[in-house]
């Protein structure tokens, strides 16, 4: 009898959770806005990603992935006015390498870019064992019920207000704002490696794996950032560079060469360059770019 009430009472968490999570599926495909093509209903944060994922098939030439960092390091409008290739920022304020990986694995069945250029602070920002596993959970339930993701966004869903307008142009947005950095030298040479935790290096893998899969060549490159860059984060990501055979573009080693100046060129005292270090950016990642890849030029289209 006691044995019976057990499997009784195991049959019904089962089934109440079968339940909560049929609703919750249902719930999320009817919010889902990458199904739905309504980038204008998801949170702040996610607005580049989603509106990249609804962009017309094969119209990247260039694809920018990655963090704020990643928004603030390549201009579209430089890059299509000097060269004409058409670049496409799909950056996520804070984004996870988890992230980026399931972002990639959506964008990449509609987009064949000619290049995916990998801004590394969604690999070397501040982490622990303790606090990427609790992110990646967060990334992985949210991925499987983006109801989790989008439920603040139910007065959008049901026209009870109207959304927030998104500007920007290729998920780039200018910011001409001027804060300079006047703190210390921040790139001084030394053997020190960072350290990467287990789930960084499984995704960072994942997401080479995937690039290989699509004959896509993939570039790493770390946007100019006194306040989330150092010699040791360089030395790191350059030993996975070379682990796996990929050019490494650290715009931290190159301030000097391509005319950095802290004191005009960034808009939160060296957290992320502005407009005018962009330009800066912009420039040699397009020149690098045109020497080394066959890309289209679309500026006669």
């Not at 049929?22 to 889902?32: A, E, F, M, N, Q």
């Not at 994922?53 to 579209?76: C, F, I, K, N």
Request: aromatic share 12%; proline share 5%.
């Amino acid at each position: 009898m006691q044995d019976s009430k057990k499997w009784l009472r195991w049959i019904e968490i089962f089934c109440f959770l079968a339940v909560f999570l049929t609703i919750l599926k249902v719930t999320s495909w009817y919010t889902d806005p990458v199904r739905t093509d309504q980038p204008e209903k998801v949170v702040a944060r996610d607005q580049a990603t989603i509106a990249a994922l609804a962009e017309p098939a094969d119209s990247m030439d260039v694809m920018v992935v990655g963090d704020s960092e990643a928004m603030v390091m390549v201009s579209p409008y430089v890059m299509m006015d000097e060269a004409g290739i058409d670049v496409y920022n799909c950056n996520q304020l804070g984004q996870r390498i988890s992230e980026t990986y399931f972002f990639l694995q959506k964008i990449l069945k509609k987009q064949h870019p000619k290049v995916l250029v990998l801004e590394t602070n969604v690999i070397t920002h501040e982490t622990s064992i303790k606090i990427e596993p609790h992110l990646t959970f967060n990334v992985l339930t949210q991925e499987a019920f983006p109801f989790l993701r989008y439920h603040s966004k139910w007065r959008e869903r049901f026209g009870l207000v109207e959304p927030e307008k998104y500007d920007h142009y290729k998920g780039y947005e200018d910011i001409y704002v001027v804060d300079p950095y006047d703190g210390h030298q921040y790139m001084f040479e030394t053997g020190e490696k960072a350290w990467f935790d287990p789930i960084t290096r499984y995704y960072f893998d994942k997401i080479v794996k995937l690039c290989e899969s699509k004959n896509i060549p993939l570039v790493l490159a770390s946007a100019p950032s006194a306040i989330n860059m150092d010699y040791p984060r360089h030395n790191a990501v350059q030993e996975l560079a070379d682990k796996y055979g990929l050019d490494y573009i650290d715009f931290n080693l190159l301030t000097d060469e391509i005319g950095i100046d802290w004191s005009n060129d960034t808009g939160d005292a060296g957290d992320h360059i502005n407009t005018y270090g962009t330009t800066k950016t912009t420039r040699y990642l397009m020149n690098y770019l045109k020497e080394n890849y066959d890309l289209p030029d679309h500026r006669e289209d």
